[in-house]
């Protein structure tokens, strides 16, 4: 049964030539982005347009085509509802998109459903109408609009919270079946290395996070402590250089809600959708 959801390459150039080429896909790079700052709604879960970007670099697509079509992606991975609690590790986190983008909800901390992966394929595909992001989708997120999940865990012993990557869950593959993945569709965590683990004795801290290009100088990359609980982190890769400043304490948030024993094979996730399937799109509805 699923749970209730509710929601509250560089490039090098070689001569001039190369130079106007490299600028003129910067400019298309910033059109295409733009799209990406609409934003929509569908069962009270906000939505925000992700759109390609030719200038990636080479090899961050690794396991699909370099061509994605534009796409609706959940702003935030799915929270957990009261009645969740309790049944789901619902660890507090904060969800970075960029601050160009109008989700300004997803810049502020809160409890986040961890689920194995089949129950989060069925959530997308039977509750929203929709699926699972591909890892070319995710991928190209985090490189359009800086798209993350942060936590920051204090480990015991340690002087400052360490800043770390909330995995999420993607699909690769034939995924036709909405209610669970077939033969040919495999669920993979993203990003691929693992860096949520949390033991009793660690504790987590709840952030705000804040648009801060003026120290991007001095951002540290996710896996840094946040020294005295408020750091600035850059997202890399990235179509644009961005910093977020996160402002951290500790969180009453997670000994409250959390289980005792968290397990490796969950993730959080997100849904694409259709645009077709929201209810509504840049404020007014979408029928």
Known sequence: MFPAVRFGGRAVFLGLVLMVVGAGTARGDEAQARCAWRTGEKLGVGFAEICTAPSAPKGLLEWS?????????????????????????????????????????????????????????????????????????????????SVTTLVSIKEPGEAEPRIGELPEWTQVG??????????????????????????????????????????????????APCVGGTCTVRILPALRPEAFQLTCRPSRIAAKEAPAEPRAEVAAFRCVVPESALGVVGGKTSR
């Open 174 to 223: 034939e995924c036709t079946n909405p209610s669970q993945p077939d033969e040919g569709c495999r669920l993979v965590i993203y990003p691929p290395v693992l860096t949520w683990e949390r033991g009793e004795q660690r504790v987590l801290q709840a952030c705000r996070a804040s648009f801060a290009p003026a120290w991007l100088g001095t951002a540290v990359q996710p896996g």
């Open 65 to 145: 085509p370099a061509e994605v079509a534009p796409f609706w992606m959940s702003a935030a991975p799915l929270p957990c509802s009261r009645g969740s609690r309790g049944t789901f590790d619902c660890p507090v986190a904060t969800s970075i998109l960029t601050a160009r983008s109008r989700a300004k909800d997803a810049l502020r901390p809160r409890s986040v459903t961890l689920v194995d992966g089949k129950t989060a394929y069925g959530v997308c595909g039977m509750r929203f109408g929709g699926r699972l992001p591909t890892r070319a989708e995710r991928e190209l997120a985090r490189y359009a609009a």
